[in-house]
């Protein structure tokens, strides 16, 4: 048995200037605060993952019987064919929900000793397959965001500054340090490039063990090599334990790992040294002809997709259970025991400190600060698409006046600025599903929770949406002859925003339910149509069905900004009816017809809208927005 380990407090170990020591070099780059030396081993045995069979409704096990162990300073390869359980044996070994419903047992060691989901979270980095970096950031400040999300506050602002400058250096990375990762618009980094950032921004908050899907996905073979080995030196050189998935590696990009899990639907075909696999292989009947890529002679091997005759499914169910009866698998059971059996440090002393709970919200803060002004597709496409919608309004509905034929356009004219602005809040969908997207894999990692994700994405939204309410009705309001005073005005704006609020709370909602950009956009829309349908303009209150009415009118945001612009509008004006020989011929009744005039009130009584309730309706558009707000809220807590 080893003796027991003295207390460990890893919040000292955080000093940069007291852990950097030279033999720890990379590309002339000090990386000593990353070094492992807590987790001596990660291990995992009689794993499990069993499922709800799609068709049958069955239990299917999609994992079955895994083991395995990985020391401190190896990098281990999970491969297969597709299908074959990569992603779901890698999510298991993170405690990650392994397969959507599914179930899974067994034991996960550290150190031999069993580790819990908390402890996973503090001592490992996961970086899925998919990036999650925000394309209109520069290389260092995704790396400075990550270190504030993750670093608590021992670490000061100079060594937190000084470990993202030594990753960015040895992930070969400085000289695009100040480079956006990139967007749909502008092109920023490579493939390769991207994939080392990703790796890198998980990497600053010092992981022990490090979980990676796929690195390579999306990469030629020279990228993914350069990927592999600036993740296997960083390991070497730090003593991490590095887990990935890898799909078809070329020979040199396999010769990278130390060791591999093979696996063919589910069960474990071999797992070993890399260095290992060929004899084993040969000695268990399948030898590598000369000069073959042997990953891919593996993958070929147990393929059972390429099976026309039922002979790889043969040969597989042969490979598995060869694997289950070799020395090797009785060795490995034996290592993985005498790991449990002789525990390395004790996983009780693993103290790690948390930034603080200001931390997270503050960062998202400026994060999307700077990508709502740099991004054109979060506000600078939608700033110009308003603008362009004021000038099209303006010119259409130009310089009207009191006579009574512009009365209707009027109503027209307000119906269209509240119901299209709304609609065109679609545009929002892509933004915020990007945001959406790191904020899912943050969390994932424990850095980000779904509280500090809405308020910052609701805080940052506000001045966005005010700057775009204000350009469109400084130019529409005073075209149109909207009524001319300054209160009148700002009222207007009021209510536009308002709206614009309520729009854009409707996109973050029905985009925290669906995430995907197509559904989304499709159910933000149709939302908007309805509401549009019920808001009492196309069908005055009096005649809407009563369904339509009591069902959705009275939720309707769209119907309260119209009607606080119709009283606005009409409160306190009046109209000139046409003059028809030596009388009037007025369109709307009134009292005032008589001497040539429409009281703008009455006007109101058409549309049945009343005076005096515009503080209520403002009451409930702060209440709708909150709704919407809270729900999509709770959508995210439900959905981890
Ligand atoms: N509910 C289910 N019913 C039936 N099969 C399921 C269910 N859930 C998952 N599976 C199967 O489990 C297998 C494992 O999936 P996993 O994503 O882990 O494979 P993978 O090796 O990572 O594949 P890829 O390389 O294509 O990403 C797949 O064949 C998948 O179809």
Redesign the pocket.
């Given at each position: 048995m080893t003796p027991p380990t003295p207390e460990v407090d890893h919040s000292k170990e955080e000093s940069f200037d007291t852990m950097a020591s030279p033999d720890l070099e990379m590309n002339g780059t000090q990386t000593g605060y990353l070094a492992n030396d807590f987790v001596k081993s990660f291990g995992w045995k009689d794993l499990q993952v069993k499922?709800?069979?799609?068709?049958t409704k069955a239990p299917?096990s999609?994992l079955s019987e895994a083991a395995g162990i990985v020391e401190a300073g190896e990098m281990l390869a999970i491969m297969?064919?597709?299908?074959?359980?990569?992603?779901?044996?890698l999510n298991a070994l993170a405690h990650r929900v392994a397969?959507?419903?599914?179930t899974t047992t067994g034991n996960i060691l550290a150190n031999g000793q069993k580790l819990s989901l908390q402890l996973v979270r503090d001592l490992s980095s996961y970086v899925e397959q998919e990036d999650a970096l925000i394309g209109s950031l520069t290389v260092r400040e995704t790396m400075v965001f990550a270190a504030r999300l993750a670093l608590p506050s021992t670490v000061t602002k100079k060594e937190a500054f000084q470990r993202v400058d030594d990753l960015i250096k040895s992930f070969g990375l400085q000289s695009q340090s100040d480079t956006i990762v990139g967007t749909p618009i502008k092109k920023g980094l490579s493939g390769g490039q991207k994939k080392r950032l990703g790796v890198a921004s998980r990497l600053v908050t010092n992981p022990k063990i490090l979980f990676l899907d796929?690195p390579t996905s999306g990469l030629d073979s020279a990228l993914s090599l350069e990927v592999c080995s600036y993740i296997k030196g960083i390991g070497r050189r730090n003593n991490l334990v590095i887990v990935a998935?890898i799909?078809q590696p070329s020979s040199s990009t396999f010769q990278q790992f130390d060791k591999l899990c093979l696996?063919s639907q589910?069960k474990t075909c071999y797992f070993g040294p890399v260095a290992d696999a060929t004899a084993y292989f040969g000695r268990i009947g399948y030898a590598i002809p000369p000069e073959t890529n042997s990953a891919e002679f593996f993958l070929d091997l147990i393929n059972t997709d390429l099976d026309k005759t039922g002979e790889i499914v043969r040969r597989t169910e042969h490979i598995c259970e060869a694997w289950t009866n070799s020395p090797e698998h009785t060795q490995l059971e034996e290592t993985i025991q005498k790991s449990v059996q002789e525990p390395d440090n004790d996983l009780a002393h693993y103290k790690s400190v948390k930034p603080s709970v200001w931390m997270p919200p503050a960062v998202l803060l400026r994060r999307s600060f700077i990508k709502s002004y740099r991004d054109i597709m979060a506000y600078g496409i939608r700033i110009a698409m308003y603008f362009g919608l004021a000038i099209l309004m303006g010119t259409v509905f130009l310089r009207f006046s009191t006579d009574q034929k512009y009365i209707q356009p009027f109503i027209n004219a307000i119906f269209f600025s509240s119901a299209f602005m709304s609609f065109m809040a679609v545009a929002y969908v892509p933004a915020f599903l990007e945001d959406l997207n790191t904020f899912r894999q943050e969390r994932a990692n424990g850095l980000v929770g779904p509280l500090s994700f809405m308020v910052s994405n609701f805080i940052i939204g506000l001045p966005f949406l005010f700057a775009i309410t204000v350009l469109f009705s400084v130019i529409e309001y005073f075209m149109s002859n909207f009524r001319p005073s300054g209160t009148a005005f700002f009222t207007w704006v009021a209510w536009l925003f308002l709206d614009l609020v309520a729009a854009e709370s409707l996109v973050v909602l029905v985009s925290s339910f669906f995430n995907v950009f197509v559904v989304a956009l499709a159910i933000t829309a149709f939302a908007n149509g309805l509401w549009m349908c019920v808001d009492g303009f196309l069908v005055p209150m009096t005649i809407l069905n009563v369904f339509w009415k009591y069902v959705f009118h009275y939720i309707d945001y769209q119907a309260y900004v119209f009607q606080g612009m119709m009283v606005n509008e009409f409160k306190y004006r009046t109209y000139d009816c046409a003059k028809a020989g030596s009388g009037y011929q007025c369109n709307y009744p009134s009292d005032l017809n008589s001497v040539g005039k429409i009281r703008g009130t009455d006007v109101l009584s058409e549309y049945s809208i009343s005076t005096g309730l515009e503080g209520e309706w403002f009451g409930i558009m702060i209440g709708i927005i909150a709704g919407y707000r809270i729900l999509a809220y709770i959508v995210l807590v439900l959905r981890k």
């Open positions: 499922v709800k069979d799609r068709k299917l999609i297969g064919p597709s299908g074959s359980g990569k992603t779901t044996l397969a959507a419903g599914a796929e998935s799909h696996l589910g």
